[in-house]
Nanobody, 116 residues
Framework: QVQLVESGGGLVQPGGSLRLSCAASKSIFDIRTMGWYRQAPGKQRELVATITTGGSTNYADSVKGRFTISRDNAKNTVYLQMNSLKPEDTAVYYC??????????WGQGTQVTVFS
């Protein structure tokens, strides 16, 4: 069983920055992507950003130019640098590990709150 351990959420004012981290508890050979999703109250979970083992990235239109996803393959860790945060970025952010063969995994979620 793989656990994804997230950290870095918190409270920030509009225009501020936060950096989320997600570390897998052990190495996995068939990772397709690692990424971040978020879920705001009353809304469905949505994709924020993903990154492949080779470094190809995909972003939601709402975060392009403000968020940057990166990963350290040796540490099985993915990061999300969030700049120019807006109140509408407030949500629980979930780390995701998507595999080619085995089951996919989700983190427990970390709260990000952007308030004036």
């Amino acid at each position: 069983q793989v656990q994804l351990v997230e950290s870095g959420g918190g409270l920030v004012q509009p225009g501020g920055s936060l950096r989320l981290s997600c570390a897998a508890s052990k190495s996995i050979f068939d990772i397709r992507t690692m990424g971040w999703y978020r879920q705001a109250p009353g809304k469905q979970r949505e994709l924020v950003a993903t990154i492949t083992t080779g470094g190809s990235t995909n972003y939601a239109d709402s975060v392009k130019g403000r968020f940057t996803i990166s990963r350290d393959n040796a540490k099985n860790t993915v990061y999300l640098q969030m700049n120019s945060l807006k109140p509408e970025d407030t949500a629980v952010y979930y780390c995701n590990l998507n595999r080619n063969i085995g089951p996919n995994y989700w983190g427990q979620g970390t709260q990000v709150t952007v308030f004036s």
